[in-house]
């Protein structure tokens, strides 16, 4: 049985389309292939946003715009396609390096890999200081601004008249989106982590009531010293002035009560203005921590050392001399703050 001419000519023909299509397919996976190792035009460390809900196509487009690649968009969805991530791209802020290639650049948006910021609180920082260390840091959503210090406690969940105090120094990692609160609530959350772990732990007999009382010692052991090893030492002064019931006559809790008053000198007058948190006027803890204590202050809070010294001065050097007598302390201020001897 003989063929139609007309027909066989469709048949060549519908035959010639498929192998034109094979060639055509092998040629693109070929391409696609050669596309996905080549490195992308990025001479120096870059960053691309990838808005929510966006296609590969605008993806593509943006690489396109900046000059980071000149591949077509058919390219990037083969290869989407072959790599298996089509529709599982994440949205966020993604790192372009030398010497990155496409392959790479999607398995970092598949696994949703985005860049990440970082931001410190540094130990003796006030809440004052976080605010305007926050302020500064890049890609970060800024909320603080529209709050005062009580809306910002309320916010934050915090059990307190504010925050100061119950923010762990530390390192944290925000990516872009976050708001400054969310790296607040990381503080606090790992503050209260330390506290839970911390505070089961305390020494027996200490005169401090509740987690917080901890705090407001920890804050005033984290003025006073940065050395390791007097932490603990200063903790038991503070701690043995408590029991006797004398003032804690510490100079930091003067100055955090002048606020922007406090130009880097106390006065005679200083020390003898009423503010709550005077501790030459007042007796006992000051009502809230002066500073954001790190867990090295707040240990040695909860741990202070044994003794029986009752005052320290510092030298001058970052050290301290600690005396059990007012005798001694006298002789001590008249030696290393008086005459400033050796």
């Known amino acids: 049985?003989?063929?139609h001419p007309s027909t066989r000519l469709a048949a060549l023909l519908i035959l010639l389309a498929l192998l034109l299509a094979a060639g055509g397919v092998a040629w693109l996976v070929r391409d696609v292939r050669a596309f996905a190792d080549a490195?992308?035009?990025?001479?120096?460390?870059?960053?691309?946003?990838?808005?929510?809900?966006s296609a590969l196509k605008a993806i593509a487009a943006q690489l396109e715009r900046r000059g980071y690649t000149r591949a077509p968009t058919l390219y990037w969805r083969a290869l989407a396609a072959w790599m298996g991530v089509t529709g599982r791209l994440h949205a966020g802020e993604y790192a372009l390096a030398p010497g990155m290639t496409p392959r790479v650049l999607l398995q970092d948006m598949a696994a949703g890999r985005v860049v990440q910021h970082m931001f410190t609180l540094v130990d003796g920082w006030t809440f004052a200081q976080v605010r305007a260390a926050l302020a500064r840091a890049p890609e970060l959503r800024h909320t603080l601004q529209h709050m005062d210090d009580a809306q910002a406690t309320r916010a934050l969940g915090i059990p307190a008249p504010g925050?100061?105090?119950?923010?762990?120094?530390?390192?944290?990692?925000?990516?872009?989106?976050?708001?400054d609160l969310d790296?607040?609530?990381?503080?606090?959350?790992?503050?209260?982590?330390?506290?839970?772990?911390?505070?089961?732990?305390?020494?027996?007999?200490?005169?401090?009531?509740?987690?917080?009382?901890?705090?407001?010692?920890?804050?005033?052991?984290?003025?006073?010293?940065?050395?390791?090893?007097?932490?603990?030492?200063?903790?038991?002064?503070?701690?043995?002035?408590?029991?006797?019931?004398?003032?804690?006559?510490?100079?930091?809790?003067?100055?955090?009560?002048?606020?922007?008053a406090y130009h880097g000198v106390i006065t005679r007058k200083d020390l003898e203005t009423d503010t709550?948190?005077?501790?030459?006027?007042?007796a006992g803890l000051p009502p809230t921590p002066i500073c954001m204590p790190g867990a090295p202050a707040v240990i040695a809070a909860l741990h202070p050392a044994a003794g029986k010294s009752l005052y320290f001065v510092a030298r001058g050097d970052g050290t301290h001399v600690f005396s059990e007598t007012l005798r001694q302390q006298d002789a001590a201020i008249d030696r290393y703050i008086l005459h400033r001897k050796p």
């Open 183 to 260: 790296v607040l609530r990381r503080a606090y959350r790992a503050m209260q982590r330390l506290l839970a772990a911390q505070w089961p732990r305390r020494a027996s007999g200490l005169p401090l009531r509740t987690p917080y009382q901890a705090l407001i010692l920890a804050s005033i052991v984290e003025k006073e010293t940065a050395r390791p090893d007097e932490r603990a030492r200063i903790a038991g002064v503070f701690v043995r002035r408590l029991e006797r019931g004398m003032k804690l006559q510490t100079d930091p809790t003067v100055i955090y009560g002048m606020g922007a």
């Open 163 to 179: 925050p100061e105090g119950w923010l762990l120094p530390q390192t944290y990692a925000y990516v872009l989106g976050d708001s």
């Open 1 to 3: 049985m003989s063929l």
């Open 276 to 282: 709550p948190w005077n501790t030459y006027v007042h």
């Open 39 to 53: 490195p992308l035009s990025v001479a120096a460390p870059a960053r691309i946003v990838v808005a929510r809900g």
